[in-house]
C-alpha cells in the first residue's frame, strides 16, 4: 500500500510513458476543410509506436497560417489503470486513494483551436477554462460571464 503522497522523479514516469495511461489520445488535429485534416505526416515519413506518441496527428513543424488543435485531457479508464497500477515496474507512481476518487469521474479534455502566427499563435476559441467559469456554465450561466 502506497501513502498518500507520491515522491517520484517526473522523468521516470516520462520514460515509462505514464502520461498514455491518462492521456490516450492524441494532443490534437490539423483543422480545415475536414474536422481532423489530413497531412500530420508527410510522405515517407512514419508514425512513432511508443505508448503517448502512437497517438500523435502530426509531427510536421507548425508554420504560419496553420490552424491546429490543442487538446490535453485527462481519463481514469480502469482498463488503462489496472495493468498500470498492477505492474512491478509502474506501480510505485501511483496515489491510489487519489485515484480511487476520480476513476468514476470519466475524464476531461478542453480543447483550444489555435491559429500560428509569424509571432507564435493565437487562440481562436472562447470558452470557460477556470474551474469556477466550467461550473457556473454547466450550471446555467450564460457566456462570457459578467
Known amino acids: 500500500m502506497h501513502s498518500s503522497r ?64 490543442v487538446e490535453p485531457g485527462c481519463y481514469f479508464i480502469e482498463a ?12 510505485k507512481f501511483f496515489n491510489r486513494e487519489t485515484i480511487a476518487r476520480f476513476k468514476g469521474f470519466g475524464g476531461i479534455r478542453i480543447e483550444s483551436d489555435v491559429h500560428v502566427t509569424a509571432n507564435g499563435c493565437k487562440n481562436m476559441t472562447m470558452v470557460p477554462r477556470d474551474t469556477w467559469e466550467i461550473e457556473a456554465v454547466m450550471a446555467g450561466a450564460p457566456w462570457p460571464l459578467k
Open 6 to 69: 507520491v515522491n517520484i522523479n517526473v522523468d521516470d514516469m516520462m520514460a515509462e510513458r505514464l502520461g498514455a495511461v491518462f492521456m490516450p489520445h492524441g494532443l490534437g488535429h490539423f483543422l480545415g476543410i475536414d474536422t481532423h485534416d489530413p497531412g500530420g505526416y508527410l510522405k515517407g515519413q512514419s508514425r512513432l509506436q511508443e505508448p503517448g506518441l502512437r497517438a500523435l496527428r502530426t509531427t510536421r513543424e507548425l508554420q504560419e497560417g496553420m490552424v491546429i488543435t
Open 80 to 91: 488503462l489503470l489496472a495493468p498500470a497500477m498492477e505492474s512491478p515496474i509502474t506501480d
